[in-house]
């Protein structure tokens, strides 16, 4: 390393986390959780410092989700922090190079979902993904493809830097905080630092300066409770970060995973709502309903509705790249073959499935079946007819949070344990839409957004209310519509 020209300094944690990158044996590392902790700054310095040293010489990739962010976080900084090492960095392939003409960091990002294929087929010691949670999931996995490492005995490793909230909010806290993992995700290969403002001595340093308080006082004398303390009560930034709403302050300044991720759905309450599966009585309504995809999931649900009005999700089927018929006979197998399926309800089929109307859409751009039988005519030939439901989103949205607990107010909206999992991970990582609080994240447009469980089981619970200008319980089609009326909840 040229140490005359190149100064690298890092904090405790920021130490911490380079020590497990260069010797630890997990292959993922989650660093941040809480604003303010200098993330940005700790993997583009790692990276460097594990570039240079002849020891490592490790090649990395520092990917952004979008450019404008690159830029601003890791290059920009790189040329005021590193001026000399920047002169050999070639700004057409984004890849800065060391003074002996070895490849240290490629910096990447993916303004459109596409954009992550460009990078098949490269190879990377080491993979710094920077707030991971404004990448899908499946853009992190498929980054992964392309961290392997040919230096020997060395662990090839995927670093993500993270705040609560984003599209990956709800899988990143399932892997990292909940560590909750599926039989193919090996629990031994992940590892989370928490980081916090309190841990970044700057955002308190003119503070310490006054009070004639040393660096070293701050972090090998203090304990943690006496650092937040002190940053707490002296920073400018926490200050900020304490003004926020409720929700965003325990997000923000202190890291917590519960409060930002389903905060659409923040009324939600896991404990009262998700119960144990029951019979469905056969005087009770049900409903099926379907969001159709191919690429993107394919979304189904059954939903009763009791005599006091109350809701209840049976089951969720939700599978993608399966061709329309393949989804109808899965799905028409399940309401009438699965003995788990068929009990809950009774050996009942619903009388109506609702769904977007997308399911109806012939040789148009964004039609799920390309030719001229529609998604509805395919299901229609298993048996299961659908009728086009009541799409409006903000309205949905409503009355199905309405249905939530609230102070003084019992739960009407339950959901049966085991049977619903994609449901439940669509409601957990639900966010607000930044420029429209009444409708979520994407407002419907956004692939990286998964909200086709959400869809369907809006069509479904607004097929559900009871239309006002009816005398009957029971939901029906009318002439291949539904008629909603005036809804009563």
Known sequence: MNRRTEKISLLPKQLQLKKLIANGKYSWIGYGGARGGAKSYA?????????????YGLKSLIFRRYSKELLKNHILPLYENHAGLMENFNKSEKILYSPTGAPLIQFGYADSESDIYTFQGFEFDL?????????TPGQIQFLKTSNRSVKPGFIPKMILTMNPGGVSHAWLKRLFIDRNFLPNEDPKQYFFIQSHLWDN???SMSSLKKDGITPYTYYHEWNEEQRRTYCLENSTYAANLSSLPEEL????????WEVFGGMFFKNFDKKQQVIEPFEIPESWSI????????????????????????????????????TPEEHARAISA?????????????????????SGTDAFAKKERFSVVSHDNTFADVFASTGIYLTPGYTSR????????????????????????????PLLNEMSAATYDSRDPEDISGKGNDPSVSDHALDEQRYGLMALFKPGNSKKNEITARNGTVDYGDFVL
């Open 334 to 354: 399940l309401l009438t073959e699965d003995p788990l399926i068929t009990g809950l309800l009774n050996g009942r089929k619903p009388s109506l499935v609702v």
């Open 43 to 55: 993997i583009r310095e790692i990276a460097l410092l594990l570039g240079l040293e002849p020891k």
């Open 201 to 203: 001595i700057f955002w």
């Open 249 to 256: 302050r325990k997000a923000y300044l202190f890291g917590d």
């Open 127 to 135: 993979i710094f993904i920077d707030e991971a949670t404004h990448c």
């Open 394 to 421: 903000k309205a949905g949205w409503w009355a199905w949070k309405s249905l939530f607990p609230t102070e003084g107010k019992p739960p009407r909206y339950f959901i049966f344990k085991g049977l619903n999992e």
């Open 287 to 322: 409903v099926g309903s379907v969001d159709p995809g191919f690429r993107s999931p394919c979304s189904f649900g059954v939903t009763a509705r009791d005599h006091d009005g109350n809701f209840y999700r049976v089951f969720t089927y939700y599978e993608k790249e399966k």
